[in-house]
């Protein structure tokens, strides 16, 4: 989605806020603020809007969508072929009779209903929570429990099922009263469509998660959420009571391409409802922001920060896919459309690898890439191999560890981990593909000018030349491991040190929330967490 675009959604959302927030308080007869129901609407409602936005520009999924059939949805259940007929209105008269669907921030999902019955365009309300931040190691979370007993972590009760059709008529009033304010046709078709996609957490299952929530809340004045959650509906109750009783809300970025790829949706939904966020290094504001950024080490990458020792094990190429059946809502990644070319380009970096290195090459395939729909690319991909040279299953950061050097396809998770583990490694795409935030623009140009990135084939081959027999000697070199910290503390911050990082950041809210410092005072200390 482009820039205007998002702007756009974004416009749309905030003008028609006032107005939902009365609708539903007159709905539910009660008296919440605006806050209480921005935490609650913006993750879902951004993400629809983005949907009905994206299909006028700059991308049309509709070219796409199969032929109708005698069923609404033939396997595989295609998103797009959902949206195209929900902005065409084909699902109209399916209501109550078809599918259940599911959105999350980032990604379109469409799964059989219950039964095969239509309970509505529903969020996601079925994850098993045992508290609001599951990125936390195991180490660090025993060392919270016995500092601040069980701050910040939150336990939540089952989900509350989704087997209630719509309130249809509700539905129906709501749109109706909404229409009057839309102000172009991408307003008139968003607000059509909130017959499909309103949260039936804000109106058929308010009730129940209004009251608990509420209960809930009071133990609580801090709360730290990883994105996943934001579409748990009862991670968002607690949420927006916090907001209106003035605690502290914490987003945490649930890590890999956060930084190095800026996400229109997510970022801007963390970053709209949180107080601070909690970032790998990298430090931007966003317009409409409420959340400072806080760069501290990522506990996960600091358990195995410098632990790789020379090994003359294999070269191992780690590779990536992205969804072909699903949505995403964001300019960084390869389109669906896009991704005859990602895979065009990968076979052309095979080609580029000396014969030499092919022979000690293996290949680990991304482990979705079944769920992703691209099995038949990969197997042709992977047939490229030898059948005991295609590696699945173990532990990605073992393998880096006892590899002689890593190849990486794609700008992400692994690529941090390797630089964590201090793991030879040269990172390999074609820039044209992804979207990069300007500070990893600059970034990658220094990984760049050592050799850790390489734009193209020839490049490739030529830089794997110039060190075969030397990588090691080629990475431990001073201007190589200074590169590699560059990279490190903006997108991949590491330190032995970041279980007290962690403790002191949670004492300094305790302190906080306790009276004995101000908010000036808090961000002072928060700036100089290392």
């Not at 987003?251 to 970032?279: A, K, V, W």
Request: charged residues 20%; contains cysteine; hydrophobic residues 45%.
């Amino acid at each position: 989605m482009l820039a205007a675009d998002f702007r756009e959604v974004v416009g749309f959302y905030h003008h028609v806020l006032p107005e939902l927030a009365d609708w539903l308080n007159n709905f539910h007869g009660i008296d919440r603020s605006q806050e209480f129901w921005n935490v609650l609407l913006g993750p879902a409602l951004l993400n629809f809007f983005s949907i009905v936005k994206g299909y006028g520009a700059p991308y049309d999924l509709a070219r796409d969508v199969c032929p109708s059939s005698a069923t609404p949805f033939p396997p595989p259940f295609d998103a797009r072929q959902v949206y195209a007929k929900l902005i065409a209105g084909e699902l109209d008269p399916l209501l109550g009779k078809g599918v259940e669907a599911r959105i999350d921030l980032a990604s379109v999902f469409v799964v059989p209903g219950p039964g095969g019955g239509l309970d509505g365009l529903f969020f996601a309300l079925n994850r098993n929570l045992f508290c609001a931040d599951f990125f936390i190691p195991a180490a660090l979370a025993r060392k919270l429990r016995l500092r601040f007993g069980s701050f910040p972590f939150l336990r939540l009760p089952p989900s509350p099922g989704v087997t209630v059709c719509p309130d249809a008529a509700a539905r129906g009033r709501l749109v109706d009263a909404l229409l009057p304010s839309a102000r172009n046709e991408f307003e008139v078709e968003a607000t059509r469509k909130l017959y499909w996609a309103f949260p039936v957490n804000l109106l058929e299952h308010f009730a129940a998660l209004y009251g608990w929530s509420d209960r809930a809340s009071r133990r609580f004045r801090c709360v730290v959420v990883s994105n996943q959650y934001l579409s748990d509906s009862r991670v968002l109750f607690i949420m927006a009571w916090m907001r209106e009783r003035g605690g502290l809300l914490l987003g945490r970025p649930h890590g890999s391409t956060y930084g190095m790829i800026p996400d229109f949706m997510f970022e801007y939904c963390e970053r709209m409802i949180s107080d601070y966020y909690l970032t790998w290094g990298w430090v931007d504001t966003v317009p409409g922001s409420r959340a400072k950024c806080v760069p501290l080490p990522e506990p996960r990458l600091s358990v195995f920060y410098n632990t790789y020792r020379e090994a003359g094990g294999p070269v191992l190429w780690v590779a990536n896919t992205f969804y072909r059946q699903v949505l995403l809502l964001s300019p960084g990644f390869p389109l669906p459309c896009e991704m005859a070319a990602w895979y065009k380009s990968k076979a052309d970096f095979l080609d580029a690898v000396p014969q030499s290195l092919q022979e000690a090459l293996f290949y680990r395939p991304h482990p979705s890439y079944l769920v992703y729909d691209w099995d038949r690319e990969e197997k042709e991909f992977e047939a490229r191999f030898p059948a005991d040279r295609v590696v699945k299953g173990r532990d990605l950061r073992e393998q880096m560890k006892s590899s002689r050097m890593v190849l990486l396809d794609h700008p992400g998770t692994a690529l941090q981990e390797a630089m964590a583990l201090n793991t030879p490694c040269v990172c390999f795409w074609e820039p044209e593909l992804f979207a990069f935030r300007s500070g990893f623009a600059q970034v990658m140009d220094t990984l760049a000018s050592v050799g850790i990135f390489q734009p193209s084939p020839a490049r490739l081959a030529t830089h794997l030349r110039s060190i075969e027999g030397r990588a090691s000697e080629w990475w431990n070199a001073a201007e190589t491991q200074q590169a590699r910290h560059v990279f490190m503390e903006s997108f991949a911050r590491s330190s032995q040190h970041s279980t007290y990082t962690w403790l002191n950041l949670f004492d300094l809210f305790r302190q906080y929330l306790a009276g004995r410092m101000s908010r000036e005072e808090l961000d002072q200390h928060l700036a100089s967490l290392r």
